[in-house]
């Protein structure tokens, strides 16, 4: 009984912390596209799979050469989860015959 | 360059003009056939394995790495060649000027230093490369030596920086890069006006550094300031930038940055453009295809096994056996019987060197030369 209970919270636990995390996530993804996109297009973020530390690196780098990002901790949680490096690698994507 | 306001303000106008979106949100590149597209702005494209059955890589399906918005167009009479620093004669040189030098032709691969980055584990940050950000071609203009001893180079500087017409967006550091003299002034190094006897055109018109048997770090494009100097460049990329550690890393770990050094030159390496990794083959006499080159060297040898390295065989080499180009090299095999072959190359070059089967994992990814490898699938005919 008691264990079931606890796998009760468990559960209650984190439907909580995916809701919560729902916000921050789409917060993270405004803010890609604020802070990053006045430079570079996003396709060469959504080809990597990189572990949280190398994605706030990959911040800092930006910060530094200029990115005002004002969401930083939202914008992480976005990158992490959906880019992260458990995550597969995508397919590669092909460009439009230009000839 | 170091940018004005104009620039910038041109060098957006020109992101935000290219590439095309059509409605299916698909990218066109001008002048590109279809490309793996890590990126559309700015451009970094892959070549498909399927369009390296040629010893020249045609300018359409050459691979492009830009690190910074492609530059407005040039316009070829507009354009100025800086030359400062420690030479006799500072000045300017228009595209008749570099036109009225002899003209040389030379054959060189073209290596991005990422190239196969998406093969290292643990990944690493950066364009995540497969096989295709290489490309051979003729490259033809004046020595790079002849433009400087017109300005009357002080032979006593040790390194030549050199600036491109592209320019950082925001507060992103400027492309420039230095290079010892001894290299700039080697008589393969040239100022290309053409590649493959055509514009270079978004590979660096109208005037693209060629530095035969280094990686593509130093192939700065659209060149318009050249600099003699006692000091190395102490740029972003120069460094920290484009280094490789002196004492090789535990995979994954942090180096230490007084231990990181400029890349000059280019390990041994092969490719196997064919069959494609994972792809099927039915019973039967078949071609494996490939390409290997040696960056200052010429490659002496490939090997190809069918059988996950048991046993090797030597692959035809394409005749052209020079240094800074690859090699083209295929071998016939018909699979005994159907199913799954692991397909193996391993280079040798000139200088004996032999592709390793654990590439030295770096924190930037760069210089991957691992024994190429793909699976393919042999089902009965």
Redesign the interface.
Same mark, same amino acid.
């Given at each position: 009984m008691m264990r079931i209970r606890l796998a009760l919270i468990c559960l209650g636990s984190s439907v909580a912390a995916i809701a919560a995390d729902q916000a921050t996530l789409d917060l993270g993804k405004k803010e890609e596209a604020r802070s990053c996109l %006045?430079?570079?297009?996003l396709?060469?973020i959504h #080809?990597? *799979?990189? %572990?949280r530390a %190398?994605w706030g *690196? $990959?911040l800092d780098k930006m910060a =530094?050469?200029? #990115?005002q990002i004002k969401e930083r901790e939202a914008l992480l949680e976005y990158l992490v989860a959906n880019y992260g490096?458990d995550k597969p @690698?995508p397919v590669? $994507? @092909? #460009? %439009?015959? =230009?000839? | 360059m170091t940018p004005n306001r104009r620039q910038i303000f041109a060098a957006f106008l020109a992101a935000a003009a290219r590439p095309m979106r059509s409605a299916d949100d698909s990218v066109t590149i001008a002048g590109k056939r279809p490309m793996i597209l890590h990126n559309d702005r700015p451009e970094d494209l892959e070549t498909p394995l399927r369009y390296f059955d040629s010893w020249v890589t045609p300018i359409d399906v050459f691979f492009v790495r830009q690190h910074l918005p492609r530059p407005a167009t040039i316009d070829p009479a507009a354009y100025r060649l800086n030359i400062s620093g420690m030479v006799a004669k500072p000045g300017q040189l228009t595209l008749a000027d570099l036109q009225k030098l002899p003209q040389q032709t030379v054959p060189a691969t073209l290596e991005c230093t990422g190239n196969g980055r998406g093969f290292y584990t643990p990944k690493v940050p950066g364009i995540q490369w497969g096989r295709g950000a290489v490309g051979n071609a003729e490259w033809s203009g004046p020595r790079l030596s002849d433009v400087l001893k017109v300005a009357g180079v002080d032979t006593k500087a040790a390194f030549l920086e050199l600036d491109g017409a592209d320019v950082g967006v925001a507060a992103t550091p400027d492309f420039v890069r230095s290079m010892p003299m001894e290299k700039a002034m080697h008589p393969a190094t040239l100022l290309a006006l053409k590649m493959n006897g055509q514009s270079p055109d978004i590979h660096g018109f109208p005037a693209r550094l060629i530095v035969p048997g280094w990686d593509g770090t130093s192939w700065v494009k659209w060149v318009t300031r050249l600099t003699p100097t006692a000091e190395l460049n102490k740029g972003f990329f120069m460094n920290p930038g484009y280094r490789y550690p002196k004492y090789s890393l535990p995979p994954g770990s942090a180096p230490n940055p007084a231990e990181l050094e400029i890349i000059e030159g280019m390990p041994v390496k092969s490719s196997l453009t064919s069959p494609e990794d994972q792809s099927k083959i039915s019973l039967g006499p078949t071609t494996i295809r490939g390409f290997a080159w040696a960056g200052e060297n010429a490659i002496e040898r490939v090997e190809v096994s069918t059988d996950g390295g048991s046993r090797w065989q030597n692959a035809q080499l394409s005749a052209q056996k020079l240094p800074f180009a690859w090699r083209l090299f295929t071998i016939n095999w018909t699979p005994a019987a159907p199913g799954y072959y692991t397909i193996m190359s391993r280079a040798t070059d000139t200088a004996g060197r032999v592709q390793p089967i654990v590439p030295a994992w770096n924190p930037s990814g760069y210089l991957w030369n691992g024994i190429d490898r793909v699976g393919v699938i042999v089902e009965k005919a």
């Open positions: %006045a430079c570079h297009s396709r060469i #080809s990597q *799979r990189l %572990a %190398a *690196r $990959e =530094g050469w200029g #990115s490096n @690698m590669p $994507e @092909m #460009s %439009a015959n =230009g000839k | -």
